[in-house]
């Protein structure tokens, strides 16, 4: 089991690129895998929970070529997928299980899903109850409604169905099933959140309509769609470039570039955060071809301040509540994280492990039913603290020991690799900047030959 070393780190100055968005590379193979055609998809992220997807596809019989980490040629087959000879691994990955429940849920075969010991706690009748009530037939084998999961697909009736918590996961399984039932389904959010795979739909030419109700939004979809075939490149994910720009936040006199990421609105909630809490934040938008905003963000740091997240911004930065709780622990004031029950059963627990955690380094902490209160500002101690096997926990707290006294040391830390590989290599470029990289051989034989 890997551990991260962390200790306090000089000023930020640098102009960095992340990996490419996790929500947006899981849809861009499901929804190429069931398009009319060939599609290649470029800046792909070559997480641990994304490559469960390329191989899920797979066993469903579609053929994916990986020339590169980030590159994947997909020949979609128009939504026919074959019975798969074995149980489908999902990982860590709850966006995977839950898009596959949708998916599968059209297709005339059993399906059985499976996840590590995370993912077999998490819920699942969320999925579970709109797919049945469209006539699928899903029986959880795990305790309280959760994975393994059996799936036997059919012909889906629509279904107007309201959402009883905000989750982009959820409206996305509804959706996918959408595509192949018998007319027109309308999914309402209480909240609006992340909208990729409704933009990445219209992208490959599915037919859909959005309306506004209320403080919330209703998706209807007509069924019997194919999407058309489309290459996609994905852009950095704004979840991983947070833990960056949060330790650039947090320090007086950094500055940092982060190119080529994602700007889409129902994502970028961490930047009106920091700039409330007292950064400089300038967000330019570069281009919006594939109906997702992309672009750069500077930041420069500054004295942070509290602030309060609640309603519904939650569900904007529900990714980016541990290191949104750091920066809370980093500023002056008291900082209140409410309406997060949902951090409650992400991949740990999360309120629970920020709070031990953020106690452990000496910070005073409230957990709330819903939240967080965080009386930051103290200086941090540094300590021995657990991801929880969480990768957002693990680099969270990465960054909160760049600003410690002491050493840090997070246990556990293998877990980083199903959202952020790299991330390490990058943290130890900040850490040590005027190091030079060791230099790369990547052909030893080559080497000897030049010499
Ligand atoms: C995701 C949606 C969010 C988020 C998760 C990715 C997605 O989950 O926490 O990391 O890609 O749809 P919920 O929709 O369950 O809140």
Redesign the pocket.
């Known amino acids: 089991m890997s551990e991260l070393s962390v200790f306090r780190a000089p000023t930020i100055e640098a102009e960095i690129r992340v990996p490419g968005d ?2 947006m590379s ?2 861009a193979v499901l929804l190429s895998a069931i398009s009319n055609g060939v599609c290649v998809v470029r800046g792909f992220l070559p997480s641990h929970d994304c490559q469960c997807t390329v191989n899920a596809m797979r066993n469903f019989g579609i053929t994916i070529e990986q020339p590169e980490e980030t590159t994947l040629i997909i020949h979609g087959q128009r939504g026919n997928l074959h019975p798969p000879s074995q149980a489908i691994d999902c990982g860590n990955s ?2 995977l299980m ?2 596959l429940c949708g998916l599968v849920a059209t297709q005339p075969f059993e399906s059985r899903l499976v996840g590590d010991g995370s993912l077999s706690s998490r819920p699942m009748r969320r999925v579970i109850e709109p797919l049945t009530q469209m006539g699928a037939s899903i029986d959880a084998l795990g305790a309280n409604g959760a994975a393994p999961l059996v799936i036997r697909g059919a012909r889906l009736r629509p279904i107007r169905y309201e959402l009883p ?8 399984a509804i959706l996918f099933a959408a595509l192949r039932a018998s007319g027109k389904t309308t999914v309402v959010e209480p909240f609006p ?2 909208d ?2 409704e933009r990445m739909m219209s992208y490959f030419l599915v037919q859909s309509q959005r309306e506004k109700l209320g403080q919330g939004i209703a998706i209807s979809l007509y069924g019997d769609q194919v999407p058309e075939s489309r290459d996609f490149t994905v852009p950095g994910d704004i ?1 991983s470039a947070a833990f960056w720009l949060v330790a650039a936040a947090a320090q007086e006199d950094s500055d940092l570039l982060v190119r080529d990421i994602g700007l889409n609105k129902t994502r970028t909630g961490i930047l009106s955060v920091l700039l409330r809490m007292g950064a400089r934040v300038r967000e330019v938008i570069a281009d919006c071809d594939q109906r997702e905003p992309r672009g750069e963000v500077r930041i420069q740091g500054g004295r942070l301040r509290g602030t309060i997240i609640a309603g519904d911004e939650v ?1 904007n930065v ?2 980016e509540i541990p290191i949104l709780a750091v920066a809370g622990a980093l500023a002056h004031g008291k900082t209140v994280i409410c309406d997060a029950k ?1 951090l409650r059963v ?1 991949e740990t627990d999360r309120l629970a492990a920020i709070a031990t955690n953020l106690t452990a380094m000496g910070v005073e902490v409230v957990e709330l039913d819903d939240g967080l209160e965080i009386y930051g500002g103290s200086p941090l101690l540094g300590a021995r603290v657990k991801s929880y096997g969480d990768h957002r926990v693990a680099m969270a707290f990465a960054i909160a020991g760049m600003f410690a006294r002491d050493q840090t040391v997070i246990q556990d830390t293998d877990c980083i690799a199903t959202s952020y590989p790299g991330f390490p290599e990058q943290l130890q470029r900040f850490l040590a900047p005027d190091e030079k990289p060791p230099t790369l051989v990547i052909n030893p034989a080559e080497a000897l030959e030049k010499n």
Do not use: F, N, Y
């Open positions: 996790k929500s899981h849809r709850g966006t839950r898009l918590m905000a989750s982009a996961q959820v409206k996305s959140t992340r990729h795979t979840s569900p529900v990714d949902e992400k």
